[in-house]
């Protein structure tokens, strides 16, 4: 493992317990190559810190904006959402110290950002259990919370099908279409796969348990294939 004292000055956290941060960097694929690690992974501490980030998060927002709930409800899902996760994980740089399995490690795609805003979550876990609620509260502010501007700034808080609605229209002078490509399961388990459309032309598709989560998902996607995210 790399040496932990830079990692602490990145993350401007002095632990007392060493074992605590190098614990939120192990992931359980590590452990089934290396038996004889003490640690256990971290997915604990990940559970733990993902409610540490949401109580912070939700204070912040609530003392700060007089936005009603549905707004701020919207505000903290596009600053603690596993994408914005990933990108503040990766500018701390706990990729270069995360512990898992070879074949976890070639692996650069979605999956690799899944296990980034995870690992970001499991460190604010271990700051908690190390130094408690304010030192976790203060990381929590200087590396999360300060995205708040660029949420604003860069629209973030909506949602996929109003971000998609709002390109287009400015874009290409269209508005986008839903259409249901395939439906099947009995009531209680329905899944459905939605076509986003601009015109008669499908950009992408998305899938769900609901239409108005394959929508979503069909919209995301569309998003990203235009290059509009």
Same mark, same amino acid.
């Given at each position: 493992?790399?040496?932990?004292?830079?990692?602490?000055?990145?993350?401007?956290?002095?632990?007392?317990?060493?074992?605590?941060?190098?614990?939120?960097?192990?992931?359980?694929?590590?452990?089934?190559?290396?038996?004889?690690?003490?640690?256990?992974?971290?997915?604990?501490?990940?559970?733990?810190?993902?409610? %540490? @980030? *949401?109580?912070?998060?939700?204070?912040?927002?609530? /003392? #700060? =904006?007089?936005?009603?709930?549905? +707004?701020?409800?919207?505000?903290?899902?596009?600053?603690?959402?596993?994408?914005?996760?990933?990108?503040?994980?990766?500018?701390?740089?706990?990729?270069?110290?995360?512990?898992?399995?070879?074949?976890?490690?070639?692996?650069?795609?979605?999956?690799?950002?899944?296990?980034?805003?995870?690992?970001?979550?499991?460190?604010?876990?271990?700051?908690?259990?190390?130094?408690?609620?304010?030192?976790?509260?203060?990381?929590?502010?200087?590396?999360?919370?300060?995205?708040?501007?660029? %949420? @604003? *700034?860069?629209?973030?808080?909506?949602?996929?099908? /109003? #971000? =998609?609605?709002?390109?287009?229209? +400015?874009?290409?002078?269209?508005?986008?279409?839903?259409?249901?490509?395939?439906?099947?399961?009995?009531?209680?388990?329905?899944?459905?796969?939605?076509?986003?459309?601009?015109?008669?032309?499908?950009?992408?598709?998305?899938?769900?348990?609901?239409?108005?989560?394959?929508?979503?998902?069909?919209?995301?996607?569309?998003?990203?294939?235009?290059?509009?995210?």
């Amino acid at each position: 493992m790399k040496n932990i004292l830079k990692l602490e000055e990145k993350i401007g956290v002095v632990f007392k317990n060493k074992d605590l941060l190098r614990q939120a960097l192990v992931h359980r694929s590590y452990l089934n190559e290396h038996r004889e690690f003490k640690l256990d992974n971290n997915e604990r501490m990940e559970f733990l810190g993902d409610a %540490v @980030l *949401e109580l912070a998060s939700t204070e912040y927002l609530y /003392s #700060k =904006f007089p936005n009603p709930e549905g +707004e701020l409800t919207n505000f903290r899902a596009a600053l603690v959402n596993g994408k914005m996760l990933a990108k503040i994980s990766g500018e701390l740089g706990l990729g270069d110290y995360l512990m898992m399995s070879k074949g976890e490690t070639k692996d650069l795609g979605k999956a690799r950002q899944y296990l980034l805003a995870n690992t970001l979550e499991a460190v604010i876990g271990a700051i908690h259990l190390d130094q408690g609620y304010r030192k976790s509260k203060k990381f929590i502010s200087d590396n999360i919370l300060c995205k708040m501007k660029d %949420v @604003l *700034e860069e629209k973030l808080y909506q949602d996929p099908k /109003s #971000k =998609f609605q709002e390109k287009a229209q +400015e874009k290409v002078g269209a508005t986008p279409l839903y259409k249901v490509i395939k439906e099947w399961g009995p009531d209680h388990n329905k899944h459905f796969i939605i076509g986003a459309y601009l015109e008669d032309e499908k950009i992408a598709e998305g899938e769900g348990m609901s239409k108005q989560t394959a929508q979503r998902n069909a919209a995301e996607k569309a998003l990203e294939a235009k290059g509009w995210g």
